[in-house]
């Protein structure tokens, strides 16, 4: 009777940290640090990705169509070189992230797929506000500690010049 009693506590404290991992609540707050992570290319960003991830960014901009496809090592090295750019123009940056939905899977809520809409304000001392508006999709996937991207596709669109 005891090692029932323990195997269902054992279960309930199981989906009680699936359920909690994945919460709204948490999921919205680990995708702000993420971005915010992103913006400051802090050590170990690239652990936020699974080492399977598959990265879609779509971006449409004042001279076209900008896009990225790839896996973990493609997505890091862009966040690098993207970040060199970020790191010498200094700008203030802000983002709005507003979550739109979270549909947990996977038994027992493994993973979970997080759609939200983001708008992010890049403010360039002497120079007009350049401004995006997009979509994400996240899969997000549960492990012990965190959760790490799996999946990622963005839709969005900007006042960047190319």
Not at 28 to 36: F, G, V
Not at 47 to 73: C, I, M, P, Y
Not at 77 to 100: M, W
Request: with cysteine; proline share 3%; charged share 25%.
């Amino acid at each position: 009777m005891k090692k029932l009693v323990w195997l269902a506590a054992l279960v309930a404290l199981f989906y009680g940290h699936s359920r909690w991992m994945l919460s709204e609540s948490r999921v919205l707050r680990w995708i702000e640090a993420h971005e915010q992570a992103v913006f400051e290319q802090k050590e170990g960003v690239c652990n936020h990705f699974s080492f399977d991830t598959e990265v879609s960014v779509r971006a449409v901009h004042a001279k076209g169509e900008w896009q990225l496809d790839g896996d973990r090592a493609y997505v890091c090295d862009y966040i690098k070189a993207a970040n060199a750019t970020v790191r010498l123009l200094k700008p203030a940056i802000s983002t709005d992230t507003q979550l739109v939905s979270v549909q947990r899977s996977g038994f027992p809520w493994m993973s979970a797929e997080v759609k939200v809409k983001q708008a992010t304000q890049f403010d360039l001392p002497g120079r007009p506000a350049l401004t995006e508006t997009g979509e994400t999709t996240y899969v997000l996937r549960r492990t012990i500690k965190t959760v790490q991207i799996a999946k990622m596709t963005t839709r969005s669109e900007g006042n960047f010049p190319r």
